[in-house]
């Protein structure tokens, strides 16, 4: 074996490339004065927030009918269905002269314990009665353990649908918006894409939601709040940068 | 007072008394308050800038654009406890960041803010002392804060610390032989190391600044140096937080790990005004005659010079990826040391004479070409001939070539 052989091609490109990587090397100090001009990315956030994403899994709230009654028929089926173990529900009977849900059992004890919540949505998969869903309110936090637990109480919404906006809860306007639409996280029947189907059930107050795109030509970004992340830097993003084409829209298979 | 002295300083011409102490005092006072509140703006200015250059928004919630946000996080660390590490060595520890701190403090003293300035009689410059010694006590304060930064990383009592620091104190004594060459080159145009006296000499304009008249490159050189000298990025190796999670400071807490971050930026500071005096011409510059307000106009060149320069180095940061180690030994010691030797070999044959130039001209020149053919063999005995130790790009060894050296067959 020779003790050293000629470079190879591949050698050889990778030499070619690092001469050319040595005046990439300067281009650093033109890159970054080209950006002191540039908009930024981030925001000032607590101050100003970004749109939230229209599936984004904040904290829930417990619905009512358009007469007042819950939907919460007491179940259990949440709890038994949360992988973190942080529902506690009690199911009672409904009292003959004033019922508080339509069935024959209503909710008693509801309660979460948001130290141990993951926000998986599972339990507003299993509700049969769409009583339970998410709202896109993430921001709070506690002092001591007994505030994280949530009771019936904090989590009902009141009589025209709305939650609760609880003190220590950081909540915006608009954020209140669809939170009682509910939707599967799964697809409907199995099938991978949905066109045009309006998958989210009436809520009070804010009627149906418009069809969500996914992977659908049907999709109203806007009427959803849907926001690619491309969309959300645009201003920062010069044409040249737009290397990635979006992909071709697909129909229906 | 000594002799050396009145001959430097117009304040002592006519003897010591209380005024001229007093004089000396709120200079004194002043370019320390001075020095800290630029701290507190330069640190702010660096997570400007940077943050504009990575299109962040910065810091931003206290005060005007977030001014103050130095200010809360100096407060925030003066209140916090003081740490010290169960094997740290007591004494050393604590000695550890004002051996980094004060010469950082004492580098800004022989620094020439303003021109000569009348008070009550007294005539005195703007600038904390002028020793005859002047620039040496650059170079002096600079090798004793390698003691800060290896007493810092050997008396925390941990290991990576001392790596760090051993590192550190290679790199700015390395480093520093390339400093000292390149001010040399200054020294010797100018005859003088009083910092007054290289400032003088660049008052007649733009064309007499030394950066000018003594080629680019010592400047160059100087600016390389320096910066690893002050250990700003590229040649941060000494912090170096992916590898040594913050390196010779690692283990400090409180108020002296403030003190270290106090000393970097004032370093920062002083070393891009040492640059504006001994390259810039200092405050020197045009300004017009207006009465009362002469001695404003060269602060104001001062203040904007060494702004450029702060700017510079945060450029820097935000621009250049790290050294590696071996990068920057390479670029310190086969590049900077005799480049800069060269011009300054070179600079003083064309001092006596222009035929004497030309002849050393043509001596550097053979040596350069036999340094750099050496330079090459020795890569070549190291890694073989097919490798090039680049200390800017990256390092191309062939595939091949490293599994022979790790397979132990010599290449």
Same mark, same amino acid.
């Given at each position: 074996m020779s003790d050293h052989e000629p470079l190879d091609d591949d050698q050889q490109v990778q030499h070619d490339d690092v001469e050319r990587k040595e005046l990439a090397f300067f281009k650093g100090f033109a890159l970054t004065l080209r950006h002191l001009g540039r908009r930024r990315v981030t925001r000032s956030y607590p101050a100003v927030k970004r749109p939230k994403q229209p599936r984004q899994h904040g904290r829930h709230v417990l619905n009512r009918y358009e007469d007042g009654m819950e939907k919460c028929i007491g179940c259990e089926l949440c709890a038994g269905v949360c992988p973190a173990d942080c529902i506690y529900v009690r199911g009672l009977d409904n009292?003959?002269?004033? +019922?508080?849900? +339509? $069935?024959?059992?209503? $909710?008693y004890v509801y309660e979460i314990n948001y130290l141990r919540c993951?926000?998986?949505d599972l339990c507003v998969e299993a509700c049969p009665t769409e009583a339970i869903t998410e709202t896109k309110m993430f921001e709070f936090s506690f002092t001591n353990r007994a505030d994280a637990i949530y009771t019936r109480r904090e989590l009902l919404v009141d009589d025209d649908g709305q939650p609760k906006r609880l003190p220590w809860e950081d909540w915006r306007d608009g954020e209140d918006e669809h939170t009682s639409g509910w939707m599967r996280a799964t697809s409907p029947s199995g099938a991978a894409e949905f066109e045009g189907v309006v998958q989210w059930s009436g809520e009070l107050g804010y009627g149906v939601r418009p069809p969500e795109g996914g992977q659908s030509d049907a999709r109203d970004d806007e009427a959803t709040g849907t926001l690619a992340v491309r969309d959300v830097l645009e201003n920062h993003l010069y044409a040249g940068d737009r290397t990635v084409r979006r992909p071709p829209r697909r129909g229906p298979r | 007072m000594t002799p050396t002295l009145t001959v430097s300083d117009p304040l002592f011409v006519a003897g010591v008394h209380w005024a001229v102490l007093l004089i000396v005092a709120i200079k004194v006072v002043v370019a320390f308050a001075v020095l800290l509140v630029s701290v507190m703006l330069m640190i702010w200015f660096e997570r400007k800038a940077i943050s504009d250059m990575q299109s962040r928004i910065g810091p931003q919630r206290w005060g005007p654009f977030g001014i103050l946000q130095t200010l809360a996080d100096g407060i925030k660390l003066f209140f916090k406890e003081d740490l010290v590490p169960r094997d740290a060595h007591r004494f050393v520890y604590k000695l550890a960041p004002y051996l980094v701190l004060i010469p950082a403090l004492i580098t800004f003293c022989i620094v020439p803010i303003g021109g000569l300035v009348t008070v009550a009689g007294h005539h005195f410059y703007l600038q904390v002392a002028d020793p005859p010694i002047g620039i040496l006590l650059l170079l002096a304060m600079s090798g004793i804060s390698v003691y800060g930064v290896i007493l810092a990383g050997w008396g925390s009592g941990s290991k990576y610390p001392l790596m760090s620091a051993v590192r550190a104190s290679a790199q700015m004594i390395s480093y520093e032989a390339a400093l000292g060459l390149s001010t040399a080159t200054v020294v010797l145009v100018a005859g003088t190391l009083s910092t007054t006296g290289i400032v003088d000499q660049q008052t007649q304009g733009m064309w007499h600044w030394n950066v000018i008249r003594l080629g680019v490159v010592p400047f160059v050189v100087f600016l390389i140096a320096i910066t690893a000298e002050v250990n700003r990025p590229p040649f941060d190796t000494v912090e170096a937080e992916s590898e040594l999670v913050g390196g010779f400071h690692t283990e400090y807490a409180s108020l002296h790990f403030a003190l270290f971050f106090l000393a970097e930026f004032m370093n920062t500071i002083t070393m891009s005004a040492i640059m504006v005096t001994l390259f810039f011409g200092g405050p020197a510059g045009w300004h017009p005659n207006v009465a009362h307000l002469n001695w404003l106009f060269p602060i104001v060149w001062f203040v904007l010079k060494t702004t450029i320069f702060c700017f510079c180095y945060v450029w820097f940061r935000g621009a250049l990826p790290r050294f590696r180690y071996d990068q920057l030994m390479s670029l310190g010691w086969k590049q900077l040391i005799p480049i800069s030797f060269g011009w300054l070999v070179l600079i003083a044959g064309f001092r006596v004479g222009v035929a004497w130039g030309l002849v050393t001209a043509a001596i550097v020149l053979v040596c350069a070409a036999l340094l750099a053919r050496a330079f090459k063999l020795g890569d070549a005995r190291e890694l073989?001939?097919?490798a090039i130790l680049d200390p800017v790009a990256e390092r191309p060894v062939p595939p091949g070539l490293i599994r022979k050296i790790t397979d132990g067959e010599s290449p």
């Open positions: 009292p003959p002269d004033h +019922p508080v849900s +339509p $069935g024959e059992r209503y $909710g993951i926000h998986c | 073989g001939k097919d």
